[in-house]
T-cell receptor, first 114, second 113 residues
């Protein structure tokens, strides 16, 4: 059973389009995250949700809108896609908000904006 | 503020020789420290974590790391490299009271036959 799953795995789209990436975890965790990994492999947090509430919102353009319908899901919607949005997006989950628990990562979604 | 510095962007070793991936951290608070591994086109997998218990931490696949507060280091080691160890390795710091992970820039490990 996959612990943290993301769909789609690959996403190729044109500039200006709107797209969504879905994330689901079956670990019973209450905190979920979105990370962006750039072409140099650098990972940076974008958002964090705890029990469906937004906890962390880093400096991310408001074209990015996360949505958490329940504790097991955290989706990422992106409006008006730009070339610079091309990256790998990782979803992660954790039990609680304390830093002592590790995060479990999904396999990633490779977004290519043409 | 917290930060992580991985001192080598690329490390190349021969199969069967020791691996050393270096990491220094900066934290105003008691940190939790992690090492994650990312194989090509895969997600991140936890290798090991330090959260205030023993300073020498053993992880999966024969890896271990030692927390040295005086040196603010958390270097990752393995006695004998295997071809399957070739991957990108990330050192990560977090405040124990909060879950925000701060990633280093990664070290790419190459293993030569």
């Amino acid at each position: 059973d996959t612990a943290v799953s993301q769909t789609p795995k690959y996403l190729v789209t044109q500039m200006g389009n709107d797209k969504s990436i879905k994330c689901e975890q079956n670990l019973g965790h209450d905190t979920m995250y979105w990370y962006k990994q750039d072409s140099k492999k650098f990972l940076k947090i974008m958002f964090s949700y705890n029990n469906k509430e937004l906890i962390i919102n880093e400096t991310v353009p408001n074209r990015f809108s996360p949505k958490s319908p329940d504790k097991a899901h955290l989706n990422l919607h992106i409006n008006s896609l730009e070339l610079g949005d091309s990256a790998v997006y990782f979803c992660a989950s954790r039990l609680g908000q304390g830093g002592y628990n590790e995060q479990f990562f999904g396999p990633g979604t490779r977004l290519t904006v043409l | 503020a917290q930060s992580v510095t991985q001192l080598d962007s690329h490390v190349s070793v021969s199969e069967g020789t020791p691996v050393l991936l270096r990491c220094n951290y900066s934290s105003s608070y008691s940190p939790s420290l992690f090492w994650y591994v990312q194989h090509p086109n895969k997600g991140l997998q936890l290798l090991l974590k330090y959260t205030s218990a023993a300073t020498l931490v053993k992880g999966i696949n024969g890896f271990e790391a030692e927390f040295k507060k005086s040196e603010t280091s958390f270097h990752l080691t393995k006695p004998s490299a295997h071809m399957s160890d070739a991957a990108e390795y990330f050192c990560v710091v977090s405040r124990r009271s909060q879950g925000n992970l701060i990633f280093g820039k990664g070290t790419k490990l190459s293993v030569k036959p």
